[in-house]
């Protein structure tokens, strides 16, 4: 007997099986977040907003109202949304580009005005859809089709630390975490806490999660999972950043 | 030292006060209680920027996303002031490209949003207009155009004109009013919330640094005491019940996967476009009939060419006046109609020759000579417009 997995009551069978690469992480991410979606039982409220890049695929993924929107753009979407209908809960979701080099500006400002929205972000150390150029987030030394002799970071600095960067910024109420798709069961559990401060109405959520790439990556199955679990750590933390004291009191195991 | 020491007092008087006296300024009306802003007409005397505030208000619009910008700024300073009193909300950004996409959020959420800008913010704006364009949502944009690169001159410009019909990642899809009075800039700021709802395409109201600063005379009103209902307002994405089980979700998107399928969804909309703008198209003729020279002017420049024409007419001269209103869809039908009848047109405008391509486009096939009089950046008066007319027809000028 074949086994099914047990997917998301979300999800949107008539769409799947997705549009991702096969290994890819996204597809992971959005599986975390659709059980997220189903624990705390808002699909119903969810408003989903994708970016550009290999994000946009997501478009029709969820049973839940969605817009893909333009690269970066999607924090400011899902921001006007959440300001005309508080009663929603605004999902942005993005890349690596979208988040911290081409829609920087607005993942700053949204973070500093404390928007009451969720940002889930991911991390592949390249710019995937276009074909793997290098991104705020790759790694020093790292080869991609613009860094073909690996990343110099005299000349191109070191991996973005958003989180981090999130945390430094925002106010009381924040919620950031840096999850990765090698920890399924933790990264779900920083998407349901990042969605619980947004319905509690406390501040931004963000959430960052290291993600894989074999295809641009250029790597098996074995060096897909090395690379995740053994590199990327390196230089992206794993946990959580900024939690809101009230929110760890009250909230969600597991 | 005594005068230092009294102005720190007061600073610190007027902090402590501030809360306070915010909360019983804002609870004049209190949010939600829905007094109507403006009870009966009245005539005012005012800035533009400050009569697209007024006019956003009467047309009960529920939320303002913006970024300052000269000559703009005024509207959010008035909206800002006035909108917490009708339950109203307004959003500062971190740029135009914010405020545009905010803007977008805020129509997705079915609300009646708006926002505002000129310029070097039009650029920056241009992005989130053609999403709005390409997912038909009814965003109102307000332009006060000052041009640009940069700081450029922030006052007259109608540099923008074409930028604001055929901007961005888009097909000219909009509807552009050009306005040319406060009293216009009132009027079109209220049709613009219900042409675009109505429609589904993206509105602009398209004026310029000295109609924003300037002050005139106008009537304000209530849409519904003129009998002007508004639009019903409804949302792109929340809507209620549950997704996949009750309804469809809604899946919006700017994202094909082949050729046909994109063609499909444009042609849908020139088709769409095409059969609704003979409803939309807007413009004012006077003395057209039996001219045999006519001034074509848009925008705030269109007050000179109509002095102008009356002016020569006291003097004689068979001058006629057109203006288009709506410069997006354009009135081709009725000036191709003029441009059979008249000897020659004069296009008169603050710019190296945007309207002089609309006006081309539109009467392409007809043979009348037209005469550009243009002044990129600066203002034109109806003094200028007669001498430049008179000579021509003393011959002191090449008439055609």
New interface residues.
């Given amino acids: 007997m074949a086994v099914v997995p047990n997917m998301p009551k ?1 999800w ?1 069978a008539e769409t799947k099986p997705h549009k991702f690469c096969p290994g890819c992480g996204h597809g992971l991410v959005l599986k975390a977040l659709g059980e997220a979606i189903d624990e705390l039982g808002i ?3 969810v ?1 989903f907003g994708c970016d550009i890049g290999c994000s ?1 695929l997501s ?2 993924f ?9 690269h970066g ?1 999607t924090t ?10 508080p009663d ?1 809960i605004c999902i942005a979701y993005m890349g690596d580009g979208g988040g911290y080099a081409i829609g920087s ?2 993942l ?2 949204a973070a500093s005005r404390n928007e009451k929205i969720t940002v889930l972000l991911a991390n592949n150390c390249n710019y995937a859809m276009t074909g793997g150029q290098m991104a705020p987030t790759t790694l020093p030394e790292m080869k991609t089709e613009t860094t073909p002799y690996g990343r110099n970071v005299e000349e191109t600095g070191y991996p973005t630390q958003g989180p981090e960067m999130v945390a430094a910024i925002t106010g009381e109420g924040a919620y950031t975490a840096r999850g990765t798709v090698a920890n399924l069961r933790q990264l779900k559990k920083y998407i349901k806490r990042a969605l619980q401060n947004q319905m509690d109405g406390r501040g931004f959520s963000f959430v960052e999660a290291l993600s894989g790439c074999p295809t641009n990556w250029s790597t098996n199955a074995k060096d897909t999972w090395k690379f995740l679990e053994e590199m990327m750590p390196r230089f992206f933390i794993v946990g959580e950043i900024k939690v809101p004291k009230d929110l760890v009191a009250t909230k969600t195991k597991g | 030292m005594e005068a230092t020491a009294q102005a720190t007092a007061t600073l610190e008087r007027t902090l402590a006060e501030k809360p306070s006296k915010r909360k019983k300024s804002i609870e004049k009306g209190k949010p939600g209680e829905k007094e109507r802003p403006i009870e009966k007409e009245k005539r005012v005397f005012m800035t533009g920027n400050e009569a697209v505030a007024w006019a956003a208000l009467a047309a009960d619009a ?2 303002m ?1 913006g970024y300052p910008i000269t000559p703009q700024n005024e509207i959010m300073h008035y909206w800002t002031r006035l909108a917490p009193r009708y339950g109203k ?1 307004f ?1 500062q ?3 135009e ?2 405020a545009g ?6 129509v ?4 009646r ?1 708006f926002t505002a800008t000129a310029g070097p913010g039009n650029i920056l704006m241009q ?2 207009m053609s ?1 709005a364009e390409m ?1 038909r949502l009814p965003t109102v944009l307000v332009v006060q155009q000052r041009g640009g690169p940069s700081t450029a001159r922030v006052i007259i410009w109608q540099k923008e004109t074409i930028l604001t019909c055929y901007g961005g990642n888009g097909e000219g899809f909009r509807i552009v009013y050009s306005t040319s009075s406060h009293q216009d800039l009132f009027d079109y700021t209220i049709k613009a919330f219900n042409t675009a709802w109505k429609y589904r395409f993206p509105t602009f109201v398209l004026g310029d640094g000295y109609q924003a600063k300037m002050r005139e005379s106008l009537y304000i009103y209530d849409p519904a005491e003129r009998g002007i209902e508004m639009e019903k307002t409804y ?5 209620e ?5 009750d309804r469809d ?7 094909y996967n082949t050729e046909e399928e994109l063609l499909a969804v444009i042609s849908d909309y020139a088709a769409e476009y095409n059969r609704i703008a003979p409803e939309l198209i807007e413009y004012d003729a006077v003395d057209t009939d039996d001219a045999e020279l006519v001034l074509l002017a848009h925008g705030v420049v269109a007050r000179a060419a109509l002095a102008a024409v009356r002016t020569l007419r006291s003097q004689g001269v068979k001058a006629g006046y057109f203006r288009p209103i709506t410069i997006r869809p354009f009135p081709a039908e009725q000036l191709r109609q003029i441009a059979r009848s008249a000897r020659e047109f004069v296009v008169a405008e603050s710019a190296q020759g945007q309207l002089l391509k609309l006006v081309q486009e539109a009467i392409y096939g007809e043979t009348i000579p037209i005469d550009p009089y243009l002044m990129p950046g600066q203002g034109i008066t109806a003094e200028e417009l007669v001498e430049y007319v008179r000579e021509k027809i003393n011959g002191q000028r090449k008439f055609h």
């Fill in positions: 979300v949107r699909q119903e409220r408003v946009l478009w029709d969820f049973n839940a109202d969605t817009v893909q929107t333009h753009r400011p979407v899902m921001a006007g949304v959440k300001r005309a209908r929603r500006q607005h700053v400002n | 529920d939320i996303y909300r959003l950004t971190e740029d490209i914010s996409f905010t803007t977008c959020g805020g997705l959420s079915g609300k949003a992005e989130s999403m997912l949302p792109f994405l929340g809507q019940g549950m997704p996949g089980v979700p809604a899946h919006l998107r700017n994202t």
